[in-house]
Structures are given as C-alpha cells and as structure tokens.
C-alpha cells in the first residue's frame, strides 16, 4: 500500500507562484509514477504533471512552461504564473509502471492524497 499527503494550497493572486507537496510512503514499485492531477468545481479530474523513478516528467499542455514538478524526497509541484482557471483542488496520485498517453488518465492511479485547494483570485 501506498500512504500519499498532499498540501501547499492556499489563495494567491493571479501571477503569483505556490508550491505544493506530497509526500509518499510505502512500497516502492507502486509509486514509480507520482502524479499531479485536479479537479475544479463542476469539472472532471485533470492530468497536470507527472514524474516517474527513472526521471521522466510529463506536463497537460495547459501548464506547461508555467509548471514543474520535480520529485526528491518528496514530490513538489512549482507553479508560477497561475491563473484563476489554475483553481482547483489539487491531488496526487501513485502508480505502478506505465506509459503515456496512459499514465495521463486517473484510472492508472490506485493511491491518492486527500487533495490540496489552490484559488487564485483575477
């Protein structure tokens, strides 16, 4: 099993930056992806960013250039630049080996943290 905690959201202004964080534990070959995704309200869930353990990352084109995810001893997701279409409430996700396009869909996630909310204001 995989344990997930997301958390770094909070309110900012349009153009400001935020930082969030997930920190992962358990066992290994289950969080090869560590991902971010989110869900604004009346929407459907999002792919944003994803790293994998080899080093790969991955961006949805709509925050790429404006977002990037690294993965140390935790997974971080830098945001820059934000816009209010930014507002969400931000997950991560933990998955096993996989490919894209595959690893975009949040079908491919077993493991979730309970979500961090972003707002920013226009």
């Known amino acids: 099993q995989v344990r997930l905690s997301d958390s770094g959201g909070g309110l900012v202004q349009a153009g400001g930056s935020l930082r969030l964080s997930c920190t992962a534990s358990?066992?290994?070959?289950?969080?090869?992806?560590l991902a971010w995704f989110r869900q604004a309200p009346g929407k459907e869930f999002e792919f944003v960013a994803a790293?994998?353990?080899?080093g790969d990352t991955y961006y949805a084109d709509s925050v790429k250039g404006r977002f990037t995810v690294s993965r140390t001893d935790a997974l971080y997701l830098d945001m820059n630049s934000l816009k209010p279409e930014d507002t969400a409430v931000y997950h991560c996700?933990?998955?096993?080996?996989?490919?894209?396009?595959?690893?975009?869909?949040?079908?491919?996630?077993?493991?979730w943290g309970t979500g961090t909310l972003v707002t920013v204001s226009s």
């Open positions: 358990g066992m290994s070959e289950y969080m090869y992806i």
């Open positions: 790293s994998t353990r080899s």
């Open positions: 996700g933990a998955s096993l080996r996989s490919t894209d396009p595959q690893l975009r869909f949040w079908r491919t996630y077993k493991n």
